[in-house]
């Protein structure tokens, strides 16, 4: 949240220089939708109500990459669903395509324009990364120390920050509101600001089981090792 890793400050270079995305998605990844009926009575509340609640969710997404130095805001937008643990499709649409899937034990990354797709163990690739509140076990005070933020008279805050040193972010801060996540706000380590803001949040709804299935297309470079393969980098992708 994109080897691919999920965070960032790599989908900002992949929007600069057209190279393939890598996101620790923090997606990027990333993470959204809607909680329980009630709202809770501050975010820490919220959060946990949540993540106990919605073990599934679809939509769309719109983030924005400040980088340290003030160069223009990179954009990207597109959509997402999820079913807990590890199993997800997170698709930017906007300003290029890029697509990744997680289907329980393997994280995919397919960049259409250059055919690549890179192939990770999806633990190694979660890890403690905001990717892992919404695609993870659902055991989010296990990853993160989660402290109030506060109100902003719109949405109610917390800051969760990683236990791991190298988890590759410095803060996270979620947005949520009447029990609704709404939005994140990752800091990573190059000084790098994201912000995912979540919009048409369905929780909980029916995923066909094929939406987190993936196979490389036809003649893609394959980085990594497939699935049950012994080859490593540069093995011929199977359908």
Known sequence: MMGMHF????VARRLAARAPLIARVSLALALACA???????????????FVAETRSAEGDFEQIVVARSGRKPQQASGSFAYARPGRFHWEYERPYRQVLVGDGSTLWTWDPDLNQVTVRALGDALGATPAAILFGSGDIEEGFVLAGGGSDGELDWVEARPRQTDSGFESLRIGLKDGRLHSMEMRDNFGQTTLIRFTRLQPNPDLASDRFRFEPPAGADVIGE???????????PTR
Not at 7 to 10: D, P, Y
Not at 226 to 236: I, T
């Open 7 to 10: 965070g960032a400050g790599a």
């Open 226 to 236: 497939l699935p049950g393969a012994a080859g490593s980098s540069g093995a011929a």
């Open 35 to 49: 909680g329980g009926a009630a709202p809770a009575a501050d975010g820490i509340a919220q959060l946990r109500q």
